[in-house]
T-cell receptor, first 116, second 116 residues
Framework: AQKITQTQPGMFVQEKEAVTLDCTYD???????LFWYKQPSSGEMIFLIY??????QNATEGRYSLNFQKARKSANLVISASQLGDSAMYFC?????????????FGTGTRLTIIP | GAGVSQSPRYKVAKRGQDVALRCDPI?????LFWYQQALGQGPEFLTY????????KSGLPSDRFFAERPEGSVSTLKIQRTQQEDSAVYLC??????????????FGDGTRLSIL
């Protein structure tokens, strides 16, 4: 079974609109962390936002927020007031903390294109 | 300060040749990771170091892949007798310390390896 599922291969959004990128995850570990990364065409992976499994509130970082629904095992990224520079691949990733495992497991990504 | 630095940025090799990819992590970062990213996919974990100790190499696809970090800073990923299926982007990431679960991994720009 896939540990991270991103069901939207591509999305087109009008500039200045809000956009939600979906991510569902699968783990039996009670303690885990969820990360979103942005990968522009240049190839670098840019960290956007983090949500811990025990965090009581949804994470926010500037225009990025995370809609964390633990019971549904979803961690959707919301980008408000989208900009042309938001066009990129977006990856959801999970770190499970059992046995001190530090590695990230990534989804297949969503390609976001912002239309002027 | 400087981010994660990877070299070379691009590498073309003939099938059967050996290649070495270098990663210079962020100064002071204890944890270092290697990932492989095939075209159109999310990164997949290869191996992980805590200082000079290789704690997890479960993602290395075969014994042709070898990684080292002898002094706990710079790391080298070596691929022997390269095959066409080794063509991918190899990403290196570092993070501040083990056990700091909310600390993100910071990625380099990657090395794009093409095997002819």
């Amino acid at each position: 079974a896939q540990k991270i599922t991103q069901t939207q291969p591509g999305m087109f959004v009008q500039e200045k609109e809000a956009v939600t990128l979906d991510c569902t995850y699968d783990t039996s570990d009670p303690s885990y962390g969820l990360f979103w990364y942005k990968q522009p065409s240049s190839g670098e992976m840019i960290f956007l936002i983090y949500q811990g499994s025990y965090d009581q509130q949804n994470a926010t970082e500037g225009r990025y927020s995370l809609n964390f629904q633990k019971a549904r095992k979803s961690a959707n990224l919301v980008i408000s007031a989208s900009q042309l520079g938001d066009s990129a691949m977006y990856f959801c990733a999970m770190r499970e903390t059992n046995f001190g495992n530090e590695k990230l497991t990534f989804g297949t990504g969503t390609r976001l294109t912002i239309i002027p | 300060g400087a981010g994660v630095s990877q070299s070379p940025r691009y590498k073309v090799a003939k099938r059967g040749q050996d290649v070495a990819l270098r990663c210079d992590p962020i100064s002071g970062h204890v944890s270092l990771f290697w990932y492989q990213q095939a075209l159109g996919q999310g990164p997949e974990f290869l191996t992980y170091f805590q200082n000079e100790a290789q704690l997890d190499k479960s993602g290395l696809p075969s014994d042709r892949f070898f990684a080292e970090r002898p002094e706990g800073s710079v790391s080298t990923l070596k691929i022997q007798r390269t095959q066409q299926e080794d063509s991918a982007v190899y990403l290196c990431a570092s993070s501040l310390a083990r056990g700091r679960w909310n600390q993100p991994q910071h990625f380099g720009d990657g090395t794009r390896l093409s095997i002819l």
